[in-house]
């Protein structure tokens, strides 16, 4: 029977966050070409994988003498977890930190068959050969050594965690914000749009109409149709100039500061399904790409209302 105390489970719990952290930042680096810094926190420790880890030995051990349910126990645990941390992790921050939803059999993009199975392998490996010197060296660390290790670095973690925390709650904000001014951009783009059409089609009915009356009913709409595109066009004017202006708060990349871009390179792979414009523009993938699509568009319907 495998029974530890919380100390050595703390420390296990410490080991394998390193371990975790050494593997993912390695295999990103590679991916990459270049150093990442993988994961949640600052400091070279992953949570998930300290707790996945900590989590099959605990259901895991109990069944060392079945290698069958040693691999079902650690798959199932280690996926229930990943699960309600990747649920819990979007909705507080509004952003994935790991997507499988181009996985085949995923589940919301937070688990998928792929990644079960590998937990169940990693469970028989961890059971029957990783966990064994690492059991080996904590056993054999005094008690009166052991604790005050443990806990000063769950001290420095937990502070740590806390920061990152911190920054990914002032990333959420700003990701909100950011969406919204999108959202308002579109939508007076597409008033543009409204403007210019309306402007067009009462010109052309008022062309028509003059074309069947008398020459002095022609002056007074005229005269009517000169104020009804004064009209339009102050209110052209108007949306042009709050277009420019939030255009030009998207230059304005203040919002964006140092810890909250090393939380997004931590996490090359992270996505943000409900704010997904704002989210890109964070990594600069469609901002300058958006303004000059307005631009160009209402180029096109200023240069269209000239030639009319």
């Known amino acids: 029977m495998y029974t530890y105390n919380l100390t050595q489970w703390l420390a296990f719990f410490i080991i394998y966050c390193f371990i975790g952290w050494c593997w993912e930042s390695s295999f990103v680096s590679v991916k990459k070409k270049k150093w990442v810094n993988r994961g949640f926190m600052h400091g070279p420790l992953l949570p998930i994988y300290g707790s996945g880890a900590v989590l099959i030995l605990f259901v895991s051990l109990p069944f060392k003498a079945h290698p069958v349910a040693v691999y079902f126990a650690g798959m199932i645990a280690a996926t229930i977890l990943e699960y309600v941390t990747g649920v819990l992790m979007e909705s507080l ?180 399904g409900k704010y997904k414009l704002a989210f890109a523009e964070f990594r600069n993938e469609t901002w300058p790409e958006f303004k000059a699509e307005v631009k160009e568009k209402i180029k096109e319907k200023l240069e269209e209302r000239e030639e009319k």
């Open 93 to 272: 921050f509004k952003v994935r930190y790991w997507d499988y939803s181009n996985q085949k059999f995923n589940f919301q993009g937070h688990i998928c068959l792929t990644s079960s199975l590998a937990w169940g392998f990693f469970s028989i490996a961890m059971v029957y050969w990783v966990h064994k010197p690492f059991e080996k060296f904590v056993l054999s660390i005094p008690e009166a050594v052991l604790s005050p290790i443990v806990h000063v670095v769950m001290m420095l973690a937990a502070a740590d965690f806390a920061l990152s925390f911190k920054t990914a709650i002032e990333l959420r904000d700003v990701l909100v914000k950011v969406e919204a001014a999108k959202k308002e951009l579109k939508l007076l783009q597409k008033r543009l749009e409204v403007v210019e059409a309306v402007i067009a089609d009462e010109a052309q009915q008022r062309i028509e109409q003059a074309q069947q009356q008398k020459e002095e009913i022609k002056a007074r709409i005229a005269d009517e149709k000169q104020l009804k595109k004064e009209q339009a066009l102050v209110q052209r004017e108007e949306i042009r100039e709050r277009i420019e202006e939030i255009m030009q708060k998207g230059k304005d990349r203040s919002y964006l500061t140092k810890d909250k871009l090393q939380l997004l390179r931590r996490n090359p792979g992270a996505t943000s």
